[in-house]
């Protein structure tokens, strides 16, 4: 059976198998290798994804094998992308102040979802995003051509206050001696990475997504997951024997 990477997180994660998505790109890597689940969660926080966890990644024997036979798998994943924040990060006393949840309560939610995966699978590879910069420009620009004169007169999330849950989001990493990805950081390294990679001043570009994509896949790499040493679920065309294709078959029902 393939293993399963998951990418859970909000809507980041959510819109990464669109076009020129992360999450796409890194199914077209992993093909035949891998399953890439997506669990991506439109408006959700750290705190919301507490609730999802007993029902995506369930501890219960008898559910457990429910989900993941569902899920195409009779195992637990083998890695998790863990890639809340953006949400969390919006300003108490703004417009998105319903999504608000504190840094101090945002680092021990992502403590919680890493321990509930570590109880669901001990060997399971966790890898902790932060979330990306935030363009308080573009945020305004596209609030006014969406409502108009009816639109915010200051942004919900400021890039200095998403710089700070990013951090927590790496110092727990560190804490727990787990993979992160500063992503926050990261696209800040390049000129103009306002209008480059993010599409809304939040939500990402394809340059964005191609960031992200290649940060997940160098550290799936570093790690124990390199798309180049997993073997085909089944033999490579090339591989097959023409004249008696049942034989390679059999042999590939033998190794699983």
Known sequence: MRPQIVLFGDSITQQSFSSGGWGAA???TYARKADIVLRGYSGYTSRLALFLLQYLFPLDASFCSFVYIAMGSKKPPAATTVFFGANDAALAGRTSERQHVPVEEY???LRRIVH????CSSTMLVVLITPPPVDEEGRMQYAKSVYGEKAMEQPERTNEMTGVYASQCVDLARELGLPSINLWAKMQETE???KKFLSDGLHL???GNAVVYREVERVLTETWLPA???PYDFPHHSQID???PEKSFQQQQCSI
């Open 107 to 109: 680092k021990d939610n």
């Open 116 to 119: 509930h995966l570590k109880e």
């Open 205 to 207: 570009t394809v340059e």
């Open 228 to 230: 180049s040493e997993l």
């Open 26 to 28: 890194l199914t077209d």
């Open 192 to 194: 103009g990475w306002q």
């Open 242 to 244: 023409w004249k008696n």
